[in-house]
């Protein structure tokens, strides 16, 4: 572990404050966007009072796209300075694109490190990944393998046969996969008495959730950590200890963390069990920096400290503010739903598929959810109420249980649908 990684938060936060103000002056003298994002704000902000700027939201940066600039007014670098572009999936169909300069690269590469790090795996050890990186950010977090001296064994996505004859003849230490792979492997191979050791989970929330994580690490018989990074700002910037107590901000130096409540928009003290959506700030970023940008991501803080010694606030994702129902006033995740009913195993095999009745965010109780049954458990009598029981009292949503057979709800190789909108 880097001695960084243990600085008193204090300290870090005044570093932080420098390299703020550095970045804001460098927003206001080289980036269109925010040169006129911020023209009628104070440009000598502190990083204390970072909550009077204005929130960055992904639509805005999009709407600036030209096709002279598809990459969006938000591009501060020299062109000649960007030596990597990556894009978004883009659910739209046109991608968002990232550029990085080198100090860029190298930054979002340490920062993965760290937070892979975080997990125990050490130089010298193997490990598997899953990843087509091709265009996407995650080509960044396999670099990072690299740097922390692994021997990286990439497989790619969509090949599991590939994958269990690399465990079985390479014998890796670690995996790297979605948590929803990793759940639909175990069905599918004896993994439990592998050489894996410790299973790595990013892509997708799920990897923190008690009852999906016990059932993972029994399914392969291995510590799970969790890594999460934000494709605009930064890959895995966050990344959890073999303590498994949220995940620490691997990226702190290069990008500053808050909490907001995603409906009024306010700042909220990140103070330990406070939920929120997250919203991140680079501050050394140099192609095409971002300032208070709103990530989707409700989050859980943690700030009480961690035996493994990092310091600074904690996270664990809760789910997407954009997969979040409201059910008559409740708000309620689909992946909370899922960390319900996973502690039925092992009646139930894990996935389930909320099936809201009508288009939009608010709903009208009960919420129809799909439940999975393990493989040979037939449906019995009082299963579904037992569920529907349970999740009242953990989540206050009243819920129709639909039970249905083993290999009824689609497994992922990639990220896991919740609900079927
Ligand atoms: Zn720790």
Known sequence: MSDVETLPWDEQLALDDQAFRAQLAYLKQRSPFYRDKLAHTDGHATLADIATLPLT?????????TPENPIGAHLA??????????????TTGTPSYIP?????????????????????????????????????????????FDRLGLTHIPVGTGNTERLIKAIELLRPDAAVLTPSYAASLTERADLAGS????VLVAGEP???EPAFRAALEEGWGAKVTEAMGIGDIGVSLWGECHHQTGMHLGARGFVHAELIDPESERAMPMTDGATGELVLTHLKHRAAPLLR????????????????????????CVGRTDDMLIVRGVNVFPSAV??????????????ILVRPPTNGVKQDPPLPVTVELARGVQAHANLADRIRDRLRNALVVRTRIEL??????????????????
Do not use: M
């Open 57 to 65: 939201d992904k639509r805005e940066l999009r709407a600036t796209t």
């Open 77 to 90: 670098a020299d062109p000649h300075d960007v030596v990597r572009i990556y894009s978004t999936s883009g």
């Open 100 to 144: 990085l300069t080198q100090s860029d690269l190298d930054n979002w590469v340490t920062g993965s490190a760290r937070s892979y790090a975080a997990s125990g795996i050490a130089r010298g050890q193997r490990i598997v990944s899953t990843y087509n990186a091709g265009p996407f950010v995650a080509g960044a977090a396999l670099a990072s």
């Open 195 to 198: 050489s894996v050791r410790r």
């Open 206 to 208: 799920g990897g923190g």
């Open 293 to 316: 940008f709103r990530t989707r991501d409700h989050v859980e803080v943690r700030t009480s400290p961690c035996p493994c010694g990092r310091t600074g606030p904690r996270i664990r």
């Open 338 to 351: 899922r960390e319900v009913v996973s502690a039925f195993s092992p009646d139930v095999s894990g996935h």
């Open 404 to 421: 249905v057979p083993w290999g009824t709800l689609q497994r992922s190789e990639y990220k896991s649908k919740l609900v079927d909108h």
